[in-house]
Structure formats: C-alpha cells, structure tokens
C-alpha cells in the first residue's frame, strides 16, 4: 500500500510540474504578446510623421498586392491543364492587352 501512495505521490507531483510549467510557457507568451502590441504601436506613431511617405508605401503595397494576385491566377492557370487556353493578359500601364496563343498540348 505504501508503495502506491508513493507513486501516487510522484506522479502527482509530476503533474503539478508540469501544469507549473505550461503556466510559465502562457506567460512567457504573453510577454512576447505585449511586447510585440507596444512595439507596434510605437513603430505606428514614429510612422506617422513621415504622411508622404506613409501615402507611398501605400500605393506601392496596393500595387504589389495586385501584382501578387495575378502571379496567382498566372500559376493555377500554368498548372490547370483545363485552364489553358489563349487569354488575353492585361499588363500593368498598358492601353491594350497582350495576346498570348499556347502551343498544344500533347495527350
């Protein structure tokens, strides 16, 4: 009987050290959490003085982002076989659209 009221014990133990450290894992997280909220918040204000610039990034975020999207469709259209057929491409700044033929696939 002592026997299992010592393993018990430690296993009991065991447990409860390991609950201690999940607990300190959770508030090592939360540090990080808070450090990176103040982090951002200071980088934001020390942003907004530079508008002009802030209106840029902008722009160019905008454009990178529209840019990204079409590599997008360009690569589910590359790797669809359904999906390839002659479609006109926009390019970026242009006044017409580009047309592009695909040679056939072979079956």
Do not use: H
């Not at 430690?10 to 982090?39: F, H, M, P, W």
């Not at 840019?67 to 259209?77: F, G, I, N, P, T």
């Not at 047309?99 to 079956?107: E, L």
């Amino acid at each position: 009987m002592l026997g299992k009221a010592g393993d018990a014990k430690g296993k009991l133990t065991k447990s409860l050290d390991q609950v201690k450290s999940l607990q300190d894992k959770l508030k090592q997280a939360e540090n990080v959490r808070n450090y990176i909220r103040e982090r951002r918040n200071l980088l934001k204000s020390q942003l907004s003085q530079y508008t002009n610039m802030t209106k840029d990034l902008q722009k160019i975020n905008k454009e990178a982002y529209y840019y990204a999207q079409q590599l997008k469709e360009y690569q589910s259209v590359f790797s669809d076989r359904k999906r390839r057929k002659p479609k006109p491409w926009n390019c970026s700044r242009s006044s017409r659209p580009i047309r592009i033929s695909w040679p056939a696939t072979p079956r």
